[in-house]
């Protein structure tokens, strides 16, 4: 399958279960909001460029925004994430490693504790900007630091549960012929 058409899908797939699947659980004490649909994100291929995963982000975040009446929220954390992943990549991983031999990060081509790494730093910062631009509407700061803390475990558990229940076949590449 291309790896256009297998993003279109996953694209579609995350914000299908989001809307219909996620969004529909009660929140616990409204501390914990589960959201995994930013994993299209830290999915994308290693070699797409910066501005064509920001733009990648904010549609996603944009057609989340549609289905929540959330009037950006979404999209600003998304495209800030998307900024940020190439860098935490570079940092996590060497030039010469999983970057140029994978198609696309995940435990099997990062590791499991680079990996793990990449996607609590992007889940923190997901849900850190997200509910702070919440938490200027309502007010309580207490209650951003904790509902921050909250859902970005259960989002990890779930990214976590995700990721090994749905294992993405990724060849080995090598430079031979």
Wanted: proline share 4%; net charge positive; glycine share 4%.
């Amino acid at each position: 399958m291309s790896s256009l058409i297998k993003n279109i899908i996953r694209f579609c797939l995350f914000i299908l279960v989001q809307v219909f699947v996620l969004d529909q659980i009660p929140p616990l004490h409204q501390l914990v909001t589960p959201y995994i649909y930013f994993l299209f994100i830290l999915w994308l291929p290693f070699k797409m460029g910066r501005r064509m995963q920001m733009l990648l982000a904010f549609a996603l975040g944009f057609t989340l925004d549609c289905f929540t009446n959330s009037y950006g929220l979404h999209a600003a954390a998304c495209v800030l994430i998307a900024y940020l992943r190439p860098f935490l990549i570079n940092l996590l991983i060497s030039q010469e490693g999983a970057e140029s031999n994978y198609h696309e990060p995940s435990i099997q081509s990062m590791g499991f504790t680079p990996y793990l790494t990449y996607a609590t730093i992007l889940t923190f910062i997901h849900h850190t900007l997200l509910f702070f631009l919440q938490a200027l509407q309502t007010g309580g700061y207490f209650y951003f630091v904790l509902k921050t803390l909250t859902s970005t475990a259960i989002s990890l558990l779930i990214i976590l549960i995700v990721e090994l229940l749905f294992v993405r076949k990724q060849r080995f590449r090598t430079n031979t012929i």
